[in-house]
């Protein structure tokens, strides 16, 4: 198909109102562009690739939100917003040029047929995998396949001199939002989320229900690094914090409807003190949430300055299976915050933003972020101040500490030394760890990463090219031996363990934790209200 016509196609797949007036001799124009560039140009072109780019420009040019996503992007993305993909039920790593099964997913069909952490798949459908420089992609595009299909693996495993060969039903698989839920002590318990998406207001009601059995009367919910999802799931997560028909968020465009979205229904935690956790990536629905019980004095918010991404995108499907996401509202937080920061210097300085909050200070002081009158807002229940102007603004803000991130530190985890270290660490040592510590809670009141294990991380990290400083080190090993130890409760025994052993340094949890232990600290900004 020549590009002028896939570029009308796309234009009329956007909207057909748009191909009137004005934009009828535009999009003719831009058509005509696209022919003779594919008819006459000097050179043999890519028809599709140029096409996309150009989709991709125009889009850039809006503002920071709308976007192009070709097919496989899309079918990426609903994966992880549907909450579920259909494959053979495993988390691998590629470590040196093989396919290392971290974890066979539980009651997942590879965990059915006997697939165990440190299994190393060589061969998949008798054709070799490993060795040929194999790709995190290619892995996925070779064990993903319909719900009901059949795939042959070969694998080697540790202390067997034979490739075990294994036939996997391929099934549903569901691809987890929330990451942890616990109880940090008889009466506090605690929720990560890490996205938005159809599964997790099931995920989300199950750990609720679960943490109030084991006691809990206080939450801290937390949405740093939770970049956001289905505004939907948004507002239903919201209800469930809110009572009566409290407002939650409302969005307003020039070109469609304006709406107000509100509680309906009883939630899970309608009382009860709330703590929420967020930083610099929790974004969109993260903001929606946070940014509604701050209004509505349901909770105390705790950390950083969060994303500002406040712009409402609506999908439009391309006739080859594409899609555009174009923006066509706003957020706005019920006090009428708009949510979204500015990007009216353009999109290089928008998406330095975060670096910017860096240099400029933010990250370590609250001092260095000013907002004018004009940004200040009154919250509806104790008429409390809070800003607008872009992302919300916590109640506590929690400096981040950078002091430990040396040079030695980023140069471990950016090249992948560190994770491909402890993931070997724990394959030689599964069986005695495994031995030595029946559960979690004895692993975490027991273990403590050994200097000889740091050493052999050292070690390792000096084989791989990276030159070891002693200074560096002296300013990060604490932080390195947690980071060591998460991990590995990671490998034996699940992503949750992973924060319930982090978290215990991490100083926006610690205060979050201090707030709900400590009345008159919760009480300095909410007072006894009944919601």
Known sequence: MRIYRYMVFAFLAI?????????????????????????????????????????????????????????????????????????????????????????????????????????????????????????????????????????????????????????????????????????????????????????????????????????????????????????????????????????????????????????????????????????????????????????????????????????????????DGSLIRLTVARYYTPTGRLIQKSYENGYEEYALDLINRYNQGELSSADSIVFPESQQYRTLTLNRTVYGGGGIMPDYFVSLDTTIYTDYYRSLISNGIFNRFVLQYVDDHRKALQKEYIDFKSFNLGYKASDKALDKLISFATSEGLEFSEADWGVSEAHISLLFKSYMARDLFGMEYFFEVYNSTDEVYIKAVEILETPSLLHQKLAKVDY
């Open 15 to 319: 909207a057909p109102q748009v191909l009137q007036g004005q934009w009828n001799v535009e999009a003719i124009k831009l058509a005509q562009v696209m022919e003779k560039v594919s008819t006459f140009y000097v050179d043999s072109i890519d028809e599709s690739d140029v096409a996309e780019r150009t989709i991709v420009r125009m889009l850039h040019e809006l503002d920071p939100h709308s976007s192009y996503l070709s097919k496989e992007e899309l079918e990426e993305l609903n994966e992880q917003l549907e909450g579920e993909f259909e494959g053979i039920g495993v988390s691998f790593n590629v470590l040196e040029d093989t396919i290392y099964i971290i974890r066979a997913i539980s009651g997942g069909p590879s965990e059915r047929v006997g697939i165990m952490a440190g299994d190393r798949i060589v061969k998949v459908e008798g054709k070799p995998v490993a060795g040929i420089g194999i790709t995190t992609r290619e892995v996925q595009g070779l064990l993903k396949g319909e719900k009901g299909s059949t795939v042959k693996v070969s694998v080697k495993r540790r202390n067997s001199h034979e490739l075990l060969d294994f036939s996997i039903t391929r099934d549903k698989i569901p691809v987890n939002s929330l990451d942890a839920a616990y109880m940090v002590n008889n009466k506090i318990g605690y929720v990560k989320l890490a996205r938005f998406s159809h599964t997790t207001i099931d995920e989300f009601e199950r750990a609720m229900k679960s943490l109030k059995q084991q006691g809990m009367e206080d939450l801290i919910l937390d949405l740093s690094g939770n970049g956001g999802g289905w505004l939907p799931v948004a507002v239903e997560l919201s209800d469930h914090f809110l009572s009566g028909n409290k407002e939650i968020v409302r969005t307003e465009g020039s070109k469609v409807p304006d709406r107000k979205y509100q509680a309906r229904r009883s939630g899970l935690f309608e009382k009860g003190n709330l703590v929420v956790m967020i930083d610099g990536n929790s974004a969109s629905a993260s903001e929606i949430v946070s940014g509604a019980i701050q209004d509505w004095d349901r909770g105390v918010i705790v950390g950083r300055r969060s994303f500002g991404k406040g712009l409402v995108q609506q999908p439009f499907m391309l006739n």
